[in-house]
């Protein structure tokens, strides 16, 4: 029986997944880097800023030293940033609001699993920060993602089991993270034909999701 549900940020609950793809772009672009992908950066989704910047960094012939990988990432998050600066409750994906209102009325509680340092600043601006009994993102952990530490934190912090929460993600190493922690993985987007996930869908808008016996079906 699902008693939490919990939602990643970038692309799942915001679209500050593209911001994310537009501001590594535009660091490559100045560290004269070719060749990256929207297919690289779904290998980003899910992961570290760190570990993001490792997925760039195997596009360019330069090696770079620890010092100046940092200073790399500090550039893209400027970068990412700055993009944010309009950022309101129009970056909520569709679906969203209500499918958090149907589950709140279910009784079933909500938290935040989240890689980005930048979740608590995003919750706020677009107006999400009220919905959530919990907040887990990069500032509470040590591990990234495929590692479940920040989903284990959100169930923690909501004090539910781990095999009553479900997850829900849009990176493949977010429905790793969650089934090694014993919970429960929706896919969706950009992870929607993940093999390991437990459910899948093209966005929580699916009415498929929301209406008929799949979603029924979860909770
Ligand atoms: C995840 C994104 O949610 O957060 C990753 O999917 C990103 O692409 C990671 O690298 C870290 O985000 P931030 O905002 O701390 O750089
Ligand atoms: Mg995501």
Same mark, same amino acid.
């Given at each position: 029986m699902i008693k939490a549900v919990i939602f990643d940020l970038d692309g799942v609950l915001v679209t500050t997944d593209e911001l994310h793809y537009r501001a590594? !772009?535009? &660091?490559?672009?100045?560290?004269? @880097? !070719?060749?990256?992908?929207k297919e690289d950066n779904i290998r980003q989704r899910g992961v570290s800023r760190m570990a993001s910047l490792e997925v760039l960094l195997e596009k360019s012939d330069k090696k770079y030293s620890d010092e100046e990988k940092l200073a790399l990432a500090d550039r893209k998050n400027n970068i990412y940033v700055r993009s944010l600066a309009g950022l309101d409750r129009s970056a909520v994906l569709d679906g969203v609001f209500e499918f958090i209102d149907h589950i709140k009325s279910m009784g079933i509680k909500t938290a935040v699993g989240s890689a980005s340092?930048?979740?608590?600043? @995003? &919750?706020? !601006?677009?107006? &999400?920060a009220a919905l959530f009994d919990a907040v887990s993102c990069g500032l509470d952990t040590q591990n990234s993602k495929p590692d479940p530490e920040v989903f284990l934190i %959100? %169930?923690?912090? &909501?004090? @539910?089991p781990y095999k009553n929460c479900l997850v829900i993600e849009d990176s493949d190493a977010g429905i790793q993270a969650a089934k090694a922690g014993g919970m429960l993985a929706l896919a969706v987007g950009a992870a929607k034909n993940n093999p390991h996930a437990d459910y899948s869908a093209e966005s929580l808008a699916d009415s498929c999701i929301l209406r008929e016996r799949h979603y029924t079906g979860i909770l």
């Amino acid at each position: 029986m699902i008693k939490a549900v919990i939602f990643d940020l970038d692309g799942v609950l915001v679209t500050t997944d593209e911001l994310h793809y537009r501001a590594w !772009k535009q &660091l490559a672009a100045e560290e004269g @880097i !070719k060749g990256f992908t929207k297919e690289d950066n779904i290998r980003q989704r899910g992961v570290s800023r760190m570990a993001s910047l490792e997925v760039l960094l195997e596009k360019s012939d330069k090696k770079y030293s620890d010092e100046e990988k940092l200073a790399l990432a500090d550039r893209k998050n400027n970068i990412y940033v700055r993009s944010l600066a309009g950022l309101d409750r129009s970056a909520v994906l569709d679906g969203v609001f209500e499918f958090i209102d149907h589950i709140k009325s279910m009784g079933i509680k909500t938290a935040v699993g989240s890689a980005s340092k930048n979740t608590p600043m @995003i &919750l706020e !601006k677009t107006g &999400l920060a009220a919905l959530f009994d919990a907040v887990s993102c990069g500032l509470d952990t040590q591990n990234s993602k495929p590692d479940p530490e920040v989903f284990l934190i %959100a %169930a923690d912090k &909501l004090g @539910i089991p781990y095999k009553n929460c479900l997850v829900i993600e849009d990176s493949d190493a977010g429905i790793q993270a969650a089934k090694a922690g014993g919970m429960l993985a929706l896919a969706v987007g950009a992870a929607k034909n993940n093999p390991h996930a437990d459910y899948s869908a093209e966005s929580l808008a699916d009415s498929c999701i929301l209406r008929e016996r799949h979603y029924t079906g979860i909770l």
